[in-house]
């Protein structure tokens, strides 16, 4: 039987969108209002409007080619939107770029593992944490006392993540030997330690067994336990979907056609229809 993992109530916010009851009086971590964009004269996401609360699981969700790693590439600034605004944590990243998206607050995972492969599990993290690891250039090229001192927290800080998944007695193992499960797990950690407050995975369950996904449910509800973080994730695994996430977002040809909880998407008759097709009169 699997596992039920309580799940928080959903409320209205003034933004036309609901979130997790505990998050209705906070800052939502993300706020994307009209965004879209064209690739030449095709419009690949359009009207994109989301809110995701401070502490929420969220779900994008959709059949193949409805636009969903588009969104996080455009949340990411892989690609600049051509209209609309993100506001992450408040803040609007129109100038940002990747590299300071992640600085403000977000972190991703991919469909294709994207990890340094000959470098070491630890090394892995280790570039993650970037971000908050940091000494002057002559410290590090004359190891100097602050260079060890840094060295020493990053290690701390590395073997602490990766026992979030059990993997710190792998912490000098080839990132590319592991087994694919733990390749997945491994980017998860990578995308932890740069300290987000929104992480977004990227269809994480794919390649997984039944007992992998099962961990990994259990996980990504300890990850938001534990940071007090957001995720939204993007998957095809519908029980995950539906056992863990609070509010989900559903596209189709680039535009959401249902937004609300497990159970309002569940029996929504447009989303049965983009994943079924539409059933023929008697």
């Known amino acids: 039987m699997a596992k039920e993992f309580r799940r928080g109530k959903m409320v209205p916010v003034p933004s036309h969108s609901i979130v997790p009851e505990r998050d209705v009086n906070r800052l939502p971590v993300l706020e994307c209002q009209h965004l879209g964009i064209d690739f030449g004269g095709l419009t690949a996401v359009d009207e994109f409007n989301l809110t995701i609360g401070r502490t929420e699981i969220a779900g994008l969700i959709g059949p193949n080619g409805a636009g969903k790693t588009t969104v996080f590439n455009l949340l990411t600034k892989v690609y600049q939107p051509t209209r609309g605004t993100i506001l992450l944590n408040g803040k609007d990243t129109h100038s940002m770029t ?4 992640n600085q403000n607050g977000i972190a991703r995972t991919f469909q ?6 000959n470098l070491t ?4 993290v280790k570039v993650g ?6 000494y002057p250039m002559w410290d590090g090229l004359l ?4 260079f060890w001192k840094q060295e020493k927290l990053a290690h701390e800080s590395a073997l602490e993540l990766l026992s979030i998944f059990g993997m710190q007695d792998l912490a000098s193992h080839e990132a590319g ?3 694919y499960g733990a390749q ?8 932890l330690a740069t ?3 929104l992480l977004l995975l990227d269809e994480p369950a794919a390649g997984m067994n039944p007992s992998e996904t099962a961990d990994l449910m259990e996980n990504i509800v300890r990850i938001r336990d534990t940071f007090q973080i957001a995720v939204m994730l993007i998957e095809h695994d519908m029980n995950l979907v539906m056992n863990i996430c609070e509010g989900i977002c559903v596209l189709n040809f680039g535009r959401i056609i249902a937004k609300g909880t497990p159970e309002d998407i569940q029996a929504n008759p447009a989303v049965i229809e983009a994943y079924l097709g539409k059933q023929k009169e008697a």
């Open 129 to 134: 944490l970037h971000n908050q690891i940091r």
């Open 143 to 146: 190891r100097l006392p602050r």
């Open 195 to 197: 300290n987000p407050s």
């Open 112 to 117: 294709n593992i994207r990890l340094f492969s």
């Open 98 to 101: 990747t590299s300071q998206v």
């Open 177 to 179: 030997s592991l087994p």
């Open 184 to 191: 997945r797990r491994l980017e998860i950690v990578r995308a």
């Open 121 to 124: 599990v630890e090394e892995n």
